[in-house]
């Protein structure tokens, strides 16, 4: 046991050393380490944050073919220091009529809920900052708090287009929480725990190759719950003026605008670790764990570069549809998905591995082929009501050549 | 002092304070946020009591569900949101004496309780806390039908939301 195969017991060990031997009570001394260790992932998270701002400049600029921040710094790197800098020295303003308390806790809460998800990531399996054997629950405990924060930005602003955001921002991620919750229980179901890191250790086969609707399902209800496009009428610059921070200048909003990238990228690292192995890549996290780092962040940004694809190609949708995609769509095929895909988790998991693999994935595909049927046969029969039974008949004929 | 007992001073000190100011409080915004307070405080006493499932479903249940319910309802029926209604009605004394009463009955029934000064067993290694939870609710010698009449209840609930707020179009 060295340094680069468990760099946090040793350093912890090095540390502990030091303090008794300068008297400090070992309890006193213990939660000083830990201490150290949450200030030094935060610190680490800040920063990737700030570089991340950069990373969404460069990305959004190279999709709508342009170039992007080139003139401070070598590529425009220096941009972000320079964003931060111009939010930290602006006039902090409060607006007439608001309730200073709720209105400055706002984008503090918003920011803890997004940093207090770091504490069960796994980077490696020896480097997590707490191995809770519940961590999907933490999950959606944090976005709970997400949601607080949101309300509480957009009540205390004293501002109807803030409250109009908010509350649509809310009722969105209040409803995309139940389908997300149910393709949660598929890694559950199909690793047999609720905690990071045994989810990770039971993906001999990525479990996308086993669900792989469950992570299409996941990623859309995950982007709604960031509410980013083409979830983020709470946030549509044209229909609400920026909603529910509207009102906020200066570093209150560098944090809600630096929190949901972050979240952003924070979902992208969930994303891989529920479906896409983690840290694991054919034994690679075994050799070091600063390996296994490496992994699990090259993962993290391959999510947050689809999630960022998605942002920037697709039209915003309109909040009835929102919500009715939800209700009736997402959440009856979530709920069926997972009995599904526990029911043949149970059935096949004994037989040979090619059956399991290609008897979930067939399901899945299967499943995903017949709602989308379901849906169309549906909206055919609103057509045929709203336009009358031969134009209806006329587009499908179209529609089907 | 235990660093276990100063955490859980600290704790429902915090919890107890939030509980008066979600009672106390002129703006009603402000006593729901503070009951948020009060529910995280609970949330926390959970886990010094190794129970950190319960603790977590604690804050998404009550905080992220049931909280954001009450602000929500506030916010929806109020006219003016900053309206100040007087806090005490005529019959505080009575609630004030029956409040003195319940403590005080309390405090003398846990007097002679002598586990204030023991410390709580740790679980045998390999107790899984989570999975007794998990049988317990749905084996037929446990608590199966009460799980199962209490989903009968929640579905009722959520039918009757539905109609009331049904728009006959």
Same mark, same amino acid.
């Given at each position: 046991?060295?340094?680069?195969?468990?760099?946090?017991?040793?350093?912890?060990?090095?540390?502990?050393?030091?303090?008794?031997?300068?008297?400090?009570?070992?309890?006193?001394?213990?939660?000083?380490?830990?201490?150290?260790?949450?200030?030094?992932?935060?610190?680490?998270?800040?920063?990737?944050?700030?570089?991340?701002?950069?990373?969404?400049?460069?990305?959004?600029?190279?999709?709508?073919?342009?170039?992007?921040?080139?003139?401070?710094?070598?590529?425009?790197?220096?941009?972000?220091?320079?964003?931060?800098?111009?939010?930290?020295?602006?006039?902090?303003?409060?607006?007439?009529?608001?309730?200073?308390?709720?209105?400055?806790?706002?984008?503090?809460?918003?920011?803890?809920?997004?940093?207090?998800?770091?504490?069960?990531?796994?980077?490696?399996?020896?480097?997590?900052?707490?191995?809770?054997?519940?961590?999907?629950?933490?999950?959606?405990?944090?976005?709970?708090?997400?949601?607080?924060?949101?309300?509480?930005?957009?009540?205390?602003?004293?501002?109807?287009?803030?409250?109009?955001?908010?509350?649509?921002?809310?009722?969105?991620?209040?409803?995309?929480?139940?389908?997300?919750?149910?393709?949660?229980?598929?890694?559950?179901?199909?690793?047999?725990?609720?905690?990071?890191?045994?989810?990770?250790?039971?993906?001999?086969?990525?479990?996308?190759?086993?669900?792989?609707?469950?992570?299409?399902?996941?990623?859309?209800?995950?982007?709604?719950?960031?509410?980013?496009?083409?979830?983020?009428?709470?946030?549509?610059?044209?229909?609400?003026?920026?909603?529910?921070?509207?009102?906020?200048?200066?570093?209150?909003?560098?944090?809600?605008?630096?929190?949901?990238?972050?979240?952003?990228?924070?979902?992208?690292?969930?994303?891989?670790?529920?479906?896409?192995?983690?840290?694991?890549?054919?034994?690679?996290?075994?050799?070091?764990?600063?390996?296994?780092?490496?992994?699990?962040?090259?993962?993290?940004?391959?999510?947050?570069?689809?999630?960022?694809?998605?942002?920037?190609?697709?039209?915003?949708?309109?909040?009835?549809?929102?919500?009715?995609?939800?209700?009736?769509?997402?959440?009856?095929?979530?709920?069926?998905?997972?009995?599904?895909?526990?029911?043949?988790?149970?059935?096949?998991?004994?037989?040979?591995?090619?059956?399991?693999?290609?008897?979930?994935?067939?399901?899945?595909?299967?499943?995903?082929?017949?709602?989308?049927?379901?849906?169309?046969?549906?909206?055919?029969?609103?057509?045929?009501?709203?336009?009358?039974?031969?134009?209806?008949?006329?587009?499908?004929?179209?529609?089907?050549? | 002092?235990?660093?276990?007992? #100063?955490?859980? @001073?600290?704790?429902?000190? =915090?919890? *107890?304070?939030?509980?008066? +100011?979600?009672?106390? /409080?002129?703006? $009603?915004?402000?006593?729901?946020?503070?009951?948020?307070?009060?529910?995280?405080?609970?949330?926390?006493?959970?886990?010094?009591?190794?129970?950190?499932?319960?603790?977590?479903?604690?804050?998404?249940?009550?905080?992220?569900? #049931?909280?954001? @319910?009450?602000?929500?309802? =506030?916010? *929806?029926?109020?006219?003016? +949101?900053?309206?100040? /209604?007087?806090? $005490?009605?005529?019959?505080?004394?009575?609630?004030?004496?029956?409040?003195?009463?319940?403590?005080?009955?309390?405090?003398?029934?846990?007097?002679?309780?002598?586990?204030?000064?023991?410390?709580?067993?740790?679980?045998?290694?390999?107790?899984?806390?989570?999975?007794?939870?998990?049988?317990?609710?749905?084996?037929?010698?446990?608590?199966?039908?009460?799980?199962?009449?209490?989903?009968?209840?929640?579905?009722?609930?959520?039918?009757?939301?539905?109609?009331?707020?049904?728009?006959?179009?």
């Amino acid at each position: 046991m060295n340094f680069w195969n468990d760099p946090l017991k040793i350093a912890a060990d090095w540390l502990m050393g030091i303090f008794t031997s300068w008297g400090m009570p070992e309890i006193g001394a213990q939660a000083l380490i830990a201490f150290l260790g949450i200030f030094l992932l935060i610190a680490i998270l800040m920063v990737l944050d700030i570089f991340l701002v950069w990373i969404e400049r460069k990305v959004v600029a190279r999709f709508q073919d342009r170039i992007g921040p080139n003139r401070l710094g070598p590529y425009g790197l220096m941009q972000p220091f320079a964003d931060i800098v111009k939010l930290l020295i602006k006039e902090d303003t409060t607006p007439a009529g608001a309730d200073k308390v709720v209105y400055n806790i706002a984008p503090m809460l918003s920011m803890m809920s997004v940093l207090i998800l770091w504490a069960i990531v796994p980077l490696a399996p020896v480097i997590l900052g707490v191995d809770l054997n519940v961590g999907i629950l933490f999950l959606i405990a944090a976005g709970s708090i997400g949601t607080l924060s949101i309300i509480m930005a957009g009540w205390s602003s004293n501002n109807k287009f803030a409250m109009v955001g908010a509350f649509r921002q809310v009722a969105v991620m209040i409803s995309f929480e139940v389908p997300m919750l149910a393709m949660l229980l598929i890694p559950t179901v199909l690793s047999g725990s609720m905690g990071m890191n045994a989810i990770i250790q039971k993906q001999d086969i990525w479990f996308v190759a086993l669900a792989p609707l469950g992570a299409l399902i996941f990623l859309i209800a995950a982007i709604a719950e960031l509410g980013r496009a083409p979830f983020d009428m709470a946030e549509g610059e044209s229909e609400l003026v920026s909603g529910y921070n509207i009102e906020y200048s200066g570093m209150k909003f560098g944090m809600f605008y630096a929190g949901e990238l972050l979240h952003a990228f924070t979902f992208g690292g969930f994303w891989s670790i529920l479906f896409f192995g983690g840290y694991r890549f054919f034994g690679l996290e075994k050799v070091s764990p600063f390996l296994a780092i490496a992994v699990i962040l090259f993962k993290a940004m391959i999510g947050y570069w689809i999630i960022m694809w998605v942002k920037y190609t697709m039209l915003r949708i309109r909040i009835d549809h929102m919500l009715a995609f939800n209700w009736k769509f997402l959440t009856p095929l979530s709920f069926v998905l997972l009995m599904m895909t526990a029911l043949l988790n149970a059935l096949l998991r004994g037989g040979s591995t090619w059956l399991y693999i290609s008897g979930m994935f067939l399901s899945n595909v299967l499943l995903a082929w017949s709602a989308l049927e379901i849906a169309r046969t549906y909206s055919r029969r609103e057509r045929e009501k709203a336009e009358g039974p031969k134009q209806a008949l006329g587009v499908v004929a179209e529609v089907h050549h | 002092m235990t660093a276990q007992q #100063i955490i859980f @001073l600290v704790v429902s000190f =915090v919890t *107890l304070g939030s509980a008066l +100011m979600v009672v106390t /409080s002129r703006n $009603l915004i402000h006593a729901a946020l503070w009951l948020v307070s009060t529910l995280f405080g609970v949330a926390i006493i959970y886990t010094l009591l190794n129970a950190g499932f319960l603790a977590v479903v604690q804050v998404v249940v009550y905080i992220g569900a #049931i909280a954001i @319910l009450f602000i929500f309802a =506030v916010m *929806l029926t109020r006219k003016d +949101m900053r309206d100040q /209604s007087p806090q $005490l009605n005529r019959n505080w004394w009575m609630g004030a004496l029956l409040a003195v009463v319940t403590f005080g009955g309390l405090f003398s029934l846990l007097q002679s309780w002598s586990g204030f000064s023991k410390t709580a067993a740790d679980f045998p290694s390999g107790f899984d806390a989570i999975g007794r939870l998990g049988e317990a609710l749905v084996s037929p010698d446990a608590f199966v039908l009460p799980f199962e009449v209490a989903s009968v209840l929640l579905l009722a609930a959520l039918v009757g939301a539905v109609y009331l707020a049904f728009n006959r179009k």
